[in-house]
C-alpha cells in the first residue's frame, strides 16, 4: 500500500505518524497545488490530505486510488460523485478538536472580556513601578457569572461551551440554525431574541446556506453596545466589511476571530483598520490545532485506514 500525504504541513511537524509506516509506503509533501497533484497520485493507493481539491482534474491520473482522508470534518473539497463513479471510498472525521476549541473559545474571550493586552502592556512598558496604588483598573471589566451567553450552534461543540459558559454563572440560550435541533437542558431562542439580550456571543456553527452572511449589519445593530461576539464557526458567516464598521462606530463592544473569510487572510480584509486589540482579536485558524486534537485527528485517521485495510482484505 502507498500512502500520500498532500498537505503534511497542515498537520503538523510535531505529530508522530510513525504508525502509518507500518502500513507501507509513506510520501509527504508539505502542500500540494491543484497542478502539481495529478502527478503526485499517479500510484498512490491512500490518499491523506486537508484542503486539496479532489476531482476528476486533480486524482484523474491516479489509477490505484482506492481511499481519500480527509483530516477535517469539512468534506466540501471533495467531489464525491466522482469518487462514487470511480467506486474511491472517502473518510473524514469529527470529535477530535471540541476540548481544543471550546478552550480557544474562551481564551479569547478572557483576552477581550478583562482587557489582558491593556494590563500587559501596562506593566511592560514599567507604568505600575512606582504607581500610587497597589492596584490599577482603568479599564473596567465584569464577570461572566450573571451574564447572558447566546450560541449560535449547538452541536458537540457548542453543547461544551454552554457547559463551561454555566459553570461560570452564565445564562446560556441557543439559537438552532438548522431550526430543528432541540436540546434538552438548554433554552432555545429565536435570532433576533439572542442577538438583543445576549452580553457574550459564540459562534460554532457550520457554513450552510442558512448561516451564511447570518452575522451582517442588521444583526450587528441588534446587539447590546457592551456585547462581545466570537466567531469559531466558519469565516463567511460573517460580513466582515460590517463587522469592522460596527467596532469602529461603537456597535459593539469587541469581537474575537478565528476564522475569517478568506485564509490566509488577504491585505484587503477590511478588519485590518481595527488595530485596538481591547476591540478586536483575530488568531490565524487555530482553535482546532492543539497537540492533543492534532494527535487524536491523526490516530483516528490511522484506525480508519487500518479498518478499511481489513475490510478490503476480507472482502
Known sequence: MKIVFLDAKTIGDDIDL?????????????FSSSEEVPA?????DVLVLN????????????RNLKLVCVTATGT?????DYLDRRNIAWR?????STESVAQHTFAMLFYLLEKLRYYDDYVKEERYVGDTIFTHFAE???????KTWGIIGLGNIGRRVADIAKAFGADVIYYST??????????RTDFDTLLATSDIISVHAPLTPNTEHLIDAKALSKMKPSAIFLNLGRGPI???EDLADALESGQIAAAGLDVLCTEPMCATNPLLRIKDSKKLLITPHIAWASVEARTSLMNIILGQIQDWKKETEAM
Do not use: M, W
Request: glycine letters at 12%; one cysteine or more; aromatic letters at 8%.
Open 40 to 44: 503526485r497520485v499517479i500510484d498512490a
Open 18 to 30: 510513525s504508525g502509518y509506516e507500518e502500513l507501507g509506503e509513506v510520501v509527504k509533501y508539505d
Open 76 to 80: 466540501n473539497n471533495l467531489d464525491k
Open 238 to 240: 460573517v460580513v466582515e
Open 51 to 62: 484542503k486539496v481539491q479532489v476531482n476528476e482534474h486533480t486524482i484523474g491520473t491516479a
Open 92 to 96: 473524514n472525521v469529527a470529535g477530535y
Open 140 to 146: 473596567r471589566f465584569c464577570q461572566i457569572n450573571g
Open 178 to 187: 438548522s431550526g430543528s435541533n432541540t436540546q434538552d437542558g438548554y433554552t
